[in-house]
């Protein structure tokens, strides 16, 4: 039985793609070539084990965010390629291949967001929440020994509760003028 080469461009012209593609996968040894030619059938079993396929363009809508099934075990049929109707490359590499891209581009608007401004480092807020906390802290054990002496000598309930209340607004103030200068978040003024 005699093996029929053809040519590169015989060869794409048979899988349907450009002679380009297959002169790259020829200089890239994904597929073999025997003075200059091809033999048909040995190059499409190469070009199936070695050349990753491609995400289409409308594949990432047409499959939702969340809802991609993943074959591990590598098992299953192939999808068929369009052009040929010939089994391309593994199912499960291409929702992984989407899952990475995916999460690149998650990736990209986080960043994004962060360099606008519009998102924070988590480690930075709880930092700046336990700062805060601890200001708090000192400052309400501060003003209890700060006002006790005046709450001493006030006879009634109601002048004892004025005191407190202007000396904790006095701490709130200060809590949200902390909040504003470590966090830089917009906040209310306290009426």
Known sequence: ???????KSAYARLRGCDEKAVRKAVNEG????????????????????????RIPQNAAAAAPVGQLTINVSGEGAAMPDAANDKPAADPSY????MRREEADA??????AAKMRGTMLMRQDVDRAMFEIGRELRDRLTACARRIA????SIPTAEGCE???DRE?????????TGLREK????MPEIA
Do not use: C, Y
């Not at 994904?30 to 396929?53: C, F, L, M, Y």
């Not at 966090?183 to 917009?186: K, P, S």
């Open 30 to 53: 994904r597929i073999s070539a025997i003075e200059g030619k091809i033999d048909p059938a040995v190059a499409d079993i190469q070009w199936a084990q070695n050349t990753r396929a």
């Open 94 to 97: 291409m929702q992984f291949r």
């Open 168 to 176: 904790h607004r006095i701490v709130l103030e200060l809590l949200v």
């Open 162 to 164: 004025a005191v407190v």
């Open 149 to 152: 002496s005046e709450v001493a």
């Open 106 to 111: 998650q990736i990209a608007e986080m960043n």
């Open 183 to 186: 966090i830089g978040l917009a």
């Open 1 to 7: 039985m005699a093996v029929q080469l053809i040519t």
